[in-house]
């Protein structure tokens, strides 16, 4: 399956409504493509995978994001764009 930075952003972005969508469907392109996401932040480092969590699956904004991980909201940001790579890397060159 192949994913980009984009796609990704953009599938992150609406989680929650996707994941809603495909709850009676797990077939599908998108249902696949969501849970390859969710086993590739599972693969990020700690920080990265908490950071994704809390932007993404709890729906925090990036200064609370920042102070509940001792960073500026630049690291924060720089940190992201590091995991969306990091996770497109993973979804078109691993299993």
Do not use: P
Not at 21 to 50: G, N, P
Request: proline share 0%.
């Amino acid at each position: 399956m192949h994913l980009n930075v984009s796609e990704i952003k953009k599938l992150l972005k609406k989680w929650h409504f996707y994941k809603a969508i495909t709850l009676k469907d797990k077939d599908t392109e998108l249902s696949k493509k969501l849970e390859t996401i969710e086993s590739k932040i599972r693969m990020l480092d700690d920080v990265s995978k908490e950071i994704m969590r809390m932007k993404y699956f709890d729906g925090y904004d990036v200064h609370t994001i920042a102070s509940s991980v001792y960073m500026s909201r630049q690291g924060v940001y720089y940190r992201l764009n590091i995991a969306y790579k990091e996770i497109e890397y993973l979804a078109n060159n691993t299993l």
